[in-house]
Structure formats: C-alpha cells, structure tokens
C-alpha cells in the first residue's frame, strides 16, 4: 500500500521560511517523479514544483527563486522549503507520487493527505 504522508506545514507570518516534508512508503521511491501541488479554498488544486528521477526540477512562476525542492531517496523523501512566504501562498500543500513528468494532476498517481500552510500579513 503506498502512503505520501507531508508534514512541515503551520501558521506563518509574511516572509518567513517553511519546510514540508513527504515521506513515502509501499513503492520505488527512486523511479517515481515527485510533485508539490497546493490548492487554497474556493480555487482547483495548482502545480508548485517537481522533481524528476534524476533531480531535474521546474517550478510554477508563481513560487519561482522562493521554494526549492529535493529528493533523498536513501530516505524515501522529498522537501519543500519556501523561503519569503506570502499570503497568497496560503493552502494544502499536497505531495504526489507519479510516473508521467507533468504538472496537471492528472499526470500523478498517488497522493497524500495535504498539510496546511497558513501565510498571515
């Protein structure tokens, strides 16, 4: 069974710096891309970031030269920092697990339960 279980999110005041994490189990780690997507209320789920097997990486514009991601797949786990957080950031950051490098959705397979991240002014 495979989880994506993400932590690190929390109530933040404008500028400062988060880090999420997502620990993955039940699959090869190293063989699946992985990708942040983050969806506020009231808005469909959006792309922030990827990763692909061998550590390439793209990132929406919107979060571009403030969040940097990474794999540890020693670990099984893939980061988020944000540095420079803004209100607008706010939403359920959630991490996904797929074989296809995409930056919809529907491109990932497996998904985890979210973490709320909080961006106060």
């Known amino acids: 069974q495979v989880q994506l279980v993400e932590t690190g999110g929390g109530s933040v005041q404008t500028g400062d710096s988060l880090r999420l994490s997502c620990a993955a189990s039940g699959l090869t780690f190293s063989t699946y891309f992985m990708g942040w997507f983050r969806q506020a209320p009231g808005k469909e789920r959006e792309f922030v970031v990827r990763?692909?097997?061998?550590?390439?990486?793209s990132y929406a514009d919107s979060v571009k030269g403030r969040c940097t991601i990474s794999r540890d797949n020693a670990e099984n786990t893939v980061y988020l920092y944000m540095n420079n957080l803004k209100p607008e950031d706010t939403a359920v950051y959630y991490c996904a697990a797929g074989r296809n490098w995409g930056t919809t959705p529907r491109y990932y397979d497996y998904w985890g339960q979210g973490t709320q991240v909080t961006v106060s002014s």
């Open positions: 990763i692909g097997t061998g550590g390439s990486t």
